[in-house]
């Protein structure tokens, strides 16, 4: 059973382009979270969804960042029009309930230029 | 929304020797999960040991374990007989329930474990 999957590890983007993560859950699992790690920090909640479903987005910014986690294929982050501030470790989490423990890919690490 | 608070930045320990690492939280709920995790230098975090907040007893992972104080608000994570590999950035998370199921993270403590 793979563990959760995110790609790509590293990804780089100037000022002003779009960023694209993605994260495939643990077999089995349907609940999906992002978190955000700046350096030196802990990670912060961003956002909580199932299959089709946001159901908890108050960590993210009102504006430029999207998740979605659609029927089919992995759970998107995407970011818009990205800023040096956005350059952090990006973590994605899955587990089977929300009463079972999260399990946590090994991030991507987005750094803008 | 929960606070988490740990208090100790860094911490040093001679390998096979005890450390404990401390963390105190701010909750208005009654039931609720604790968690320690680790994060080795690849990055990865790595689930340590759980404590669900309506048991008394402690949970123990093998060298883990927790002194979980629920009135006080306290969760510590005790590591006996300390390995090298067990140098890593160690976190304290909460999480909340109510539909949100989200983690709280501390700011951290980075245990170094010496040779």
């Known amino acids: 059973n793979a563990g959760v999957m995110q790609n790509p590890r590293h990804l780089v983007r100037r000022r002003g382009q779009e960023a694209r993560l993605r994260c495939s859950p643990m077999?089995?699992?349907?609940?999906v979270y992002w978190y955000r790690q700046l350096p030196e920090e802990g990670l912060k909640f961003m956002v909580y969804l199932q299959k089709e479903n946001i159901i908890d987005e108050s960590g993210m910014p009102k504006e430029r960042f999207s998740a979605e986690f659609p029927k089919e294929g992995p759970s998107i982050l995407r970011i818009q029009q990205v800023v040096r501030g956005d350059s952090a470790a990006y973590f994605c989490a899955s587990s089977q309930g929300s009463a079972n423990e999260a399990f946590f890919g090994q991030g991507t690490r987005l750094t803008v230029v | 929304a929960q606070t988490v608070t740990q208090s100790q930045p860094e911490m040093s320990v001679q390998e096979a020797e005890t450390v404990t690492l401390s963390c105190t939280y701010d909750?208005?709920?009654?039931?609720?999960?604790l968690f320690w995790y680790k994060q080795p230098p690849s990055r990865q975090m790595i689930l340590v040991i759980r404590q669900e907040a309506y048991k008394q007893q402690n949970a123990t992972e093998n060298r883990f374990s927790v002194n979980f104080q629920k009135a006080a608000k306290s969760f510590s994570l005790k590591i006996s007989d300390s390995q090298l590999g067990d140098t890593a950035m160690y976190f304290c998370?909460?999480?909340?329930?109510?539909?949100?199921?989200?983690?709280?993270f501390g700011k951290g403590t980075k245990l170094t474990v010496n040779p």
């Open positions: 077999k089995g699992h349907s609940h």
């Open positions: 998370a909460p999480r909340e329930g109510g539909g949100s199921e989200k983690l709280v």
């Open positions: 909750t208005s709920e009654s039931n609720y999960y």
